[in-house]
């Protein structure tokens, strides 16, 4: 199995624009037991970093007040557009929503997430047309370029 790195995923944390936190620019970790939270379901790799990266900036997961949980990044997107709470999610997922402003990406102080992607194959088994297709497609140096601006 071979594995080669595609992209860093940058996890942000995001309100809707009418949110309190929408107008500080930076938040303190205790903050975050302020607000009602979507999280990804409890065996997601982001819900397992998160928790990592709040535990080392001192804050619990259980400390949250968690009000729903999505196994979708997009489906909770629209939910914090919506104002029912606020999320971490992929900075990726959360662009479109921050660039037409139904979104604002805040800052917590001493935390920072972020995850390296890889794509993997096998060597045993030969790749269909599509993989191949789909790899060389991921090459190019406009996908690069866009994952460059994504991170």
């Known amino acids: 199995m071979e594995h080669r790195h595609f992209f860093d995923d940058h996890v942000v944390l995001v309100v809707s ?42 804050v619990m997961i259980d400390d949250l007040n968690v009000v729903m949980e999505i196994g979708n990044s997009e489906a909770i997107s629209m939910a914090v557009e919506e ?19 139904k979104l604002k990406e805040i800052h917590v102080a001493d935390l920072s997430l ?17 993989q191949t297709e789909f790899w ?6 406009e996908i690069e370029a866009m994952l460059k601006l994504a991170a």
């Open 17 to 58: 624009s009418d949110h309190p936190w929408a107008k500080p620019d930076v938040i303190n970790p205790k903050d975050l037991r302020n607000a009602n939270f979507i999280m990804r379901n409890q065996k997601s790799g982001t819900r397992e970093a998160l928790e990592m990266a709040l535990h080392q900036a001192g």
């Open 83 to 101: 104002g029912i709470g606020a999320a971490f999610i992929s900075r990726t997922v959360a662009r479109q929503g921050i660039e037409l402003g």
């Open 114 to 130: 972020s995850r390296e992607i890889f794509i993997s194959y096998s060597h045993r088994h030969p790749a269909t047309s599509a």
């Open 136 to 141: 060389n497609f991921v090459q190019t140096p």
